[in-house]
């Protein structure tokens, strides 16, 4: 009796979590792809002060804001425009790691570590930066911690999406994969649903052939979810492509 009974609970149990599962999947929704800016959770007041602390930096399209190895102790954070960060490969592909729009911040570790810079970030189209120097920071962070908190808000967020990367990297299919790394790296807006690098640059930075990339958007394509252009891929609808994403990806 005691078997059964221990067969029956592991059956209810195992019925249980495939239950939770399939609640986690239905309740994902697109911000767990998009992490809000950091000055999204501070007040205007707040954003001020920041801000006076600070000395802006205009940039053109694709000049660099900072090189992998520098070593400039602050936080940067985009006012207007965008920027993309990564890291490039020994055969100069692009291994894009993010796409930072406006109230984003980058450089935050050097704030509270001795590391340098760990990628390549470039501005994407006409844009401004605001660079606070490490010390200031830190004060404005002690007189109002808010600033702190809210800085750690914004990398745990930043944080979980890595984390959703290496599961597409790790566990998804070949096209759910690219599908779920084209969600990850599509500005939000009202900046237009184009990831402006080249398919090549794609690969490497999902880690596949080239040829495995382009049979993955190829059959994108033909379900009408994404269109290739030249040094960006569309995407066509995010919620579409989001919701075929959900449904190929329900048993992972």
Avoid: C
């Avoid at 602050?74 to 006012?79: K, N, P, V």
């Amino acid at each position: 009796m005691r078997g059964r009974a221990t067969d029956l609970e592991t059956r209810t149990n195992r019925s249980a979590w495939r239950q939770m599962s399939k609640m986690r999947q239905s309740d994902m929704d697109l911000s767990r792809f998009r992490p809000q800016p950091f000055l999204d959770f501070l007040s205007a007041d707040q954003i001020a002060r920041l801000k006076a602390e600070g000395y802006r930096r205009k940039l053109s399209d694709a000049q660099f804001i900072y090189s992998r190895g520098d070593m400039d102790p602050g936080i940067s954070i985009i006012e207007s425009g965008a920027a993309r960060a990564g890291i490039y490969g020994s055969e100069g592909e692009f291994i894009l790691t993010s796409f930072l729009g406006p109230g984003h911040s980058f450089g935050e570790f050097t704030v509270f570590t001795e590391v340098p810079l760990s990628h390549d970030i470039s501005a994407v189209g006409p844009t401004t930066v605001i660079r606070i120097p490490a010390e200031k920071f830190l004060e404005l962070g002690q007189a109002e911690p808010a600033y702190l908190a809210a800085l750690m808000r914004a990398t745990l967020m930043r944080s979980h999406v890595l984390l959703e990367m290496l599961h597409a990297i790790r566990i998804l299919p070949l096209v759910p994969r690219v599908a779920k790394f084209l969600l990850i790296l599509t500005p939000p807006p009202p900046a237009k649903s184009k990831v402006r690098f080249k398919q090549s640059d794609l690969a490497a930075t999902i880690g596949l052939s080239r040829a495995s990339m382009n049979r993955a958007l190829t059959d994108l394509e033909n379900r009408g979810l994404i269109a290739r252009h030249y040094g960006a891929i569309e995407v066509r609808s995010v919620d579409n492509l989001f919701a075929w994403l959900q449904h190929e990806s329900a048993g992972y």
